[in-house]
Each structure stands twice: as structure tokens, then as C-alpha cells.
């Protein structure tokens, strides 16, 4: 493989594969369970994955999800890089790194994650994967599951923190430690992400759309869309209405 590729990708029945290239799997919502070599671990916006050249791997989900695959050719990466990910093969996800995935992946939601763009991210994704500290399980990641499988109800602080068996004074530090956002912070980006995904992949209406990921109605996440991407939901899909299936 003499490039870096990205793809945007969901799971569900059980697939394996094998490649001459590596990859990481980089989730942006739900869970998955990827098993490489024999060896299986659940995937999650908090938890990605390195699969070395070769190593059989399968990967399968029951629920709603969506990752970034990164393909890339080891030969451009620094032997103590390539040590550090083969070392740690399913590997935590910092705050830093969770930012610098979120923004891919709203560039390849846009269409605009091409090769100058590949070339400069994918060294700074590799060095936040590889330096960070090894980090307790996260304790938000049973609540955060749960939040991304409803995004459509009706979510308050409160609630959040009776998911996450939590006071809401714990969920807010608990939140800047582990994510550095807040509770609602992270609500209103993760419905934005499950609204851009559904303009890209399916027909429905944005008025549905918007009843579906917790807003008001149509004007009230235009007014979301529009605040924290500069765009509407109608020139969203316009713009990458060639990618949709």
C-alpha cells in the first residue's frame, strides 16, 4: 500500500479480514467487538484499535455504530512508533486524541479529508495514541453508550448523572478529567455527529432528523448546525449529497 486511506464505516454482522497494510479502528459512536488474532476486546469512542500487516481480524456489533478506519503503510512510521502500537494493540483514548478524531471525522463527513490533510494528521494521531499514559477504564463508558444509542431523548444533567451513577457535581469533574468538556458540552456534539451522519447516509427529513437526535424541531438545529459548524442542515447535505448510499 503506497498511501494513507480513510474510510467511514459501521459493523454489524461478523466479518473477518486479513490486509498487507495496517490499520486503526477509531470509533466515533456505539461499540463494536473486534477480535485480531484471537484476541477480542469492545471498541468505543474511548478504546481504538491497531492491527498490524497480516493478523487476521474480525470485527462484528448488535448495535448502532460508526468508526474511522485509518489504512496506512508502516514503512512511513518510525520503528518506535510501530513498537509502541504493536505493544498496545487496543489502546485508550485521551481527550486530545478523541479531538483530533472528531475532526477527521467531520472532514471526511465534508468530503475534505484528502491526502495533504492525511499526511499531516496521521503522524500527530499516531504520537497522542502511542505517548499518552495508560489510564484506568474510563467511567463513563457504560453511560456514554447509552447516551449515543437515545439521542433523541430528552437528556438534562440530572439524568445523565442517574445513568452514570453519579452526582452531578461528580459528572461535570468526572466529564473534564476524562473528555476535558461538559456533560451538555459533549451531548451537543455527539447529537451534531449523529445528525451530520444520517444527512451523509440516509434520505429522511431534516425535520425528523432533528426530533430524532433530542431538538426541538427543524429551527432549533439549524440554529445548533449553523452556531457550531457554520453551516444549515440543507447545505450539509447538498454539499455531500454524492457520498450518500
Same mark, same amino acid.
Given at each position: 500500500?503506497?498511501?494513507?486511506?480513510?474510510?467511514?464505516?459501521?459493523?454489524?454482522?461478523?466479518?473477518?479480514?486479513?490486509?498487507?497494510?495496517?490499520?486503526?479502528?477509531?470509533?466515533?459512536? /456505539?461499540?463494536?467487538?473486534?477480535?485480531?488474532?484471537?484476541? /477480542?476486546?469492545? %471498541?468505543?469512542?474511548?478504546?481504538?484499535?491497531? *492491527?498490524?500487516?497480516?493478523?487476521?481480524? #474480525?470485527?462484528?456489533?448488535?448495535?448502532?455504530?460508526?468508526?474511522?478506519?485509518?489504512? !496506512?503503510?508502516?514503512?512511513?512510521?518510525?520503528?518506535? #512508533?510501530?513498537?509502541?502500537?504493536?505493544?498496545?494493540?487496543?489502546?485508550?483514548?485521551?481527550? =486530545?486524541?478523541?479531538?483530533?478524531?472528531? !475532526?477527521? /471525522?467531520?472532514?471526511? /463527513?465534508?468530503? =475534505?479529508?484528502? =491526502?495533504?490533510?492525511?499526511?499531516? &494528521?496521521?503522524?500527530? %494521531?499516531?504520537?497522542?495514541?502511542?505517548?499518552?499514559?495508560?489510564?484506568?477504564?474510563?467511567?463513563?463508558?457504560?453511560?456514554?453508550?447509552? !447516551?449515543?444509542?437515545?439521542?433523541?431523548?430528552? &437528556?438534562?444533567?440530572?439524568?445523565?448523572?442517574?445513568?452514570?451513577?453519579?452526582?452531578?457535581?461528580?459528572?461535570?469533574?468526572? !466529564?473534564?478529567?476524562?473528555?476535558?468538556?461538559?456533560?451538555?458540552? &459533549?451531548?451537543?456534539?455527539?447529537?451534531?455527529?449523529?445528525?451530520?451522519?444520517?444527512?451523509?447516509?440516509?434520505?429522511?427529513?431534516?425535520?425528523?432528523?432533528? *426530533?430524532?437526535?433530542?431538538?426541538?424541531?427543524?429551527?432549533?438545529?439549524?440554529?445548533?448546525?449553523?452556531?457550531?459548524?457554520?453551516? #444549515?442542515?440543507?447545505?450539509?447535505?447538498?454539499?455531500?449529497?454524492? #457520498? *450518500?448510499?
Amino acid at each position: 500500500m503506497a498511501s494513507t486511506e480513510i474510510d467511514l464505516r459501521s459493523y454489524d454482522v461478523p466479518f473477518s479480514d486479513a490486509h498487507d497494510f495496517a490499520q486503526m479502528v477509531l470509533p466515533l459512536s /456505539g461499540k463494536l467487538t473486534l477480535d485480531i488474532d484471537g484476541h /477480542g476486546e469492545v %471498541l468505543h469512542p474511548l478504546r481504538a484499535a491497531f *492491527i498490524a500487516p497480516g493478523l487476521v481480524h #474480525t470485527q462484528f456489533s448488535r448495535e448502532p455504530n460508526a468508526s474511522l478506519i485509518l489504512d !496506512f503503510d508502516l514503512a512511513a512510521v518510525p520503528a518506535e #512508533t510501530v513498537d509502541l502500537l504493536a505493544a498496545r494493540p487496543f489502546a485508550p483514548v485521551s481527550a =486530545a486524541t478523541a479531538k483530533l478524531i472528531d !475532526f477527521m /471525522g467531520m472532514m471526511q /463527513g465534508q468530503g =475534505a479529508a484528502g =491526502a495533504g490533510v492525511l499526511s499531516h &494528521w496521521t503522524p500527530l %494521531l499516531l504520537e497522542s495514541l502511542t505517548r499518552q499514559p495508560v489510564r484506568p477504564a474510563s467511567r463513563l463508558q457504560a453511560a456514554l453508550t447509552q !447516551f449515543e444509542a437515545a439521542p433523541g431523548q430528552p &437528556w438534562r444533567t440530572e439524568s445523565m448523572a442517574k445513568v452514570a451513577c453519579l452526582s452531578v457535581s461528580r459528572l461535570h469533574r468526572v !466529564f473534564r478529567e476524562e473528555l476535558d468538556t461538559t456533560p451538555l458540552a &459533549w451531548l451537543n456534539a455527539m447529537r451534531l455527529r449523529f445528525v451530520c451522519r444520517q444527512l451523509v447516509e440516509s434520505s429522511l427529513p431534516i425535520a425528523q432528523l432533528a *426530533i430524532l437526535a433530542g431538538y426541538a424541531d427543524q429551527s432549533a438545529l439549524t440554529h445548533a448546525m449553523r452556531r457550531a459548524m457554520d453551516t #444549515t442542515p440543507f447545505a450539509y447535505r447538498q454539499q455531500n449529497q454524492t #457520498t *450518500i448510499r
